[in-house]
T-cell receptor, first 112, second 117 residues
Framework: KAGVTQTPRYLIKTRGQQVTLSCSPI?????VSWYQQTPGQGLQFLFE???????NKGNFPGRFSGRQFSNSRSEMNVSTLELGDSALYLC???????????FGPGTRLTVT | GNSVTQMEGPVTLSEEAFLTINCTYT??????LFWYVQYPGEGLQLLLK?????DKGSNKGFEATYRKETTSFHLEKGSVQVSDSAVYFC????????????????FGQGTILTVHP
């Protein structure tokens, strides 16, 4: 069974731009969570989706948003990029809300 | 709020040495506890988990026991290999009444392990 896939794997953007990251969960998994990993702040929870509904949200500004589609695929969007948004963005899928999470390889975002 | 504290790293060991990485947590409820491992350039892999007090999680020679009285979940391995070199993260997820865990994971800061031949 294929694992969690994230696209693109690497991305370079300029301050002020916006970016969309994509996550395809493991087949049959219906819940998707997003995390930001930086050297300074470590791993921080962004949000979680289940059945196309946001179930939980971390402490991030409104520039960070996400959505989930009927096929469970998820996207996250960051608008008006700042240098501090440079990070590894990890997506995790689980069978349903509250089950074990399986992580993808991440998207490395660099903001210049 | 919930928090996880891991021992300061990095940790450097020789092959076949004994490994302990300390992890303590603060939680308002009854969390599930996890250890994840991250190899260079990769995402996180679930190493082991425990969902209630006194549970022992184990996988690939690694073990950790959920100690509610000391709010700890220390990771141990009797004999490390060079291939164990990675970053290890302790994490917890909140437990909702009725036994369903929330998805949100709270992570420790990670411990870098380097094993030399």
């Amino acid at each position: 069974k294929a694992g969690v896939t994230q696209t693109p794997r690497y991305l370079i953007k300029t301050r002020g731009q916006q970016v969309t990251l994509s996550c395809s969960p493991i087949s049959g998994h219906r819940s998707v969570s997003w995390y930001q990993q930086t050297p300074g702040q470590g791993l921080q929870f962004l949000f979680e989706y289940f059945s196309e509904t946001q179930r939980n949200k971390g402490n991030f500004p409104g520039r960070f948003s996400g959505r989930q589609f009927s096929n469970s695929r998820s996207e996250m969007n960051v608008s008006t990029l700042e240098l501090g948004d440079s990070a590894l963005y990890l997506c995790a899928s689980s069978l349903a809300f509250g089950y074990e999470q399986y992580f993808g390889p991440g998207t490395r975002l660099t903001v210049t | 709020g919930n928090s996880v504290t891991q021992m300061e790293g990095p940790v450097t060991l020789s092959e076949e040495a004994f490994l302990t990485i300390n992890c303590t947590y603060t939680a308002t409820g009854y969390p599930s506890l996890f250890w994840y491992v991250q190899y260079p350039g990769e995402g996180l892999q679930l190493l082991l988990k425990a969902t209630k007090a006194d549970d022992k999680g184990s996988n690939k020679g690694f073990e950790a026991t959920y100690r509610k009285e000391t709010t700890s979940f220390h990771l141990e391995k009797g004999s490390v290999q060079v291939s164990d070199s990675a970053v290890y993260f302790c994490a917890l997820s909140e437990l909702r009444g009725g036994g369903t865990s929330y998805g949100k994971l709270t992570f420790g800061q990670g411990t870098i392990l380097t094993v030399h031949p």
